[in-house]
């Protein structure tokens, strides 16, 4: 199975900040890369999918970019309602995998 | 307006077969490269996916619980059943289902989740 580490496990930030995660692939992944927000006590939220791409109503402060095993999430400036755990997803083998999750804390 | 719910027991014994149902609205499970995953998420912890099956039939396990989960689709009640066998404490998590496009493998829309707790 492809594995997915994500870092930093978690991070703290103030609002307006600009955050970024990373997300490394154990194998090449081409672009089938997505990313997922969750909020406590929430179902996953999908935030960009093929690496880039934003999904409808998502605010265009979310970013995604990357390809091959490297990939990166960016909040060009964060939010409070942006305080949340943020995992990415490999789609490049039908044996989905998840990365650990980024939690994003309050600085 | 696509939405899925997941429904079955709250709590299992140990060694015991969990069986969950994921109903969904606003698509069709017949839809072509259209399909439905089950999710699970441990309290505190990560996602892993589990299966997934499309609207040709076909279907995928993740590697570590092949031998345990089957998945399966009544295409006229909009309705995919997974099950679980012999459950242990350690698969106490939220499980969620999730529709997913087969051409990308993707995620799009949740359902709210059903907490198991495995216990006895």
């Known amino acids: 199975d492809i594995q997915m580490t994500q870092s930093p496990s978690s991070l703290s930030a103030s609002v307006g900040d600009r955050v970024t995660i990373t997300c490394r692939a154990s194998?090449?992944?081409?672009?089938?890369l997505n990313w997922y927000q969750q909020k406590p006590g929430k179902a996953p939220k999908l935030l960009i999918y093929?690496?880039?791409k934003l999904q409808s109503g998502v605010p265009p402060r979310f970013s995604g970019s990357g390809s091959g095993t490297d990939f990166t999430l960016t909040i060009s400036s964060l939010q409070p309602e942006d305080f949340a755990t943020y995992y990415c997803?490999?789609?490049?083998?039908?044996?989905?995998?998840f990365g650990q999750g980024t939690k994003v804390e309050v600085k | 307006q696509v939405t899925l719910k997941e429904s079955g027991p709250v709590l299992v014994k140990p060694t015991e077969t969990l069986t969950l149902t994921c109903t969904v609205s606003g698509f069709s499970l017949s839809t072509p490269r259209v399909g439905v995953a089950w999710i699970r998420q441990p309290p505190g912890k990560a996602l892993e996916w589990l299966a997934h099956?499309?609207?040709?039939?076909?279907?995928s396990y993740s590697t570590s619980l092949k031998s345990r989960l089957t998945i399966s689709k009544d295409t006229s009640k909009s309705q995919v059943v997974l099950t679980m066998t012999n459950m242990h404490p350690v698969d106490t998590a939220t499980y969620y289902c999730?529709?997913?496009?087969?051409?990308?493998?993707?995620?799009?829309?949740w359902g709210q989740g059903n907490l198991v707790t495995v216990s006895s």
């Open positions: 093929t690496a880039s």
């Open positions: 997803q490999q789609s490049f083998s039908t044996l989905w995998t």
């Open positions: 999730a529709r997913v496009l087969q051409d990308d493998g993707f995620f799009d829309f």
């Open positions: 099956i499309f609207s040709n039939d076909e279907e």
């Open positions: 194998l090449r992944i081409s672009v089938y």
